[in-house]
């Protein structure tokens, strides 16, 4: 099996935490967040409220409803696939 080039040279992704580049204003950020000085950081800070707890119920539901609607000989089929791929042989990519 032959890797996408194109996935493996992409851009970085963009991250959520960000350091700066500057070793000086690096070394300022270290000692801030070491000795507690830096800012708190709210994890939730910009989401809409609505829509996390939205995605949160869907979540929650999602595997009991998808196993719900499954025939055994699905449910059987998907187990068999998920196993196989948790410890079936490692692709060398």
Known sequence: MTANRASLNGPMPERSRKRPTD????????????????????????KDPAAVALGRKGGLKGGKARAASMTPEQRSEAARKAAAARWGPKSKT
Do not use: I
């Open 23 to 46: 070793p000086n204003e690096l070394a300022k950020q270290l000692v801030d967040e070491a000795t507690g000085e830096a800012p708190k950081v709210d994890p939730d800070d910009g």
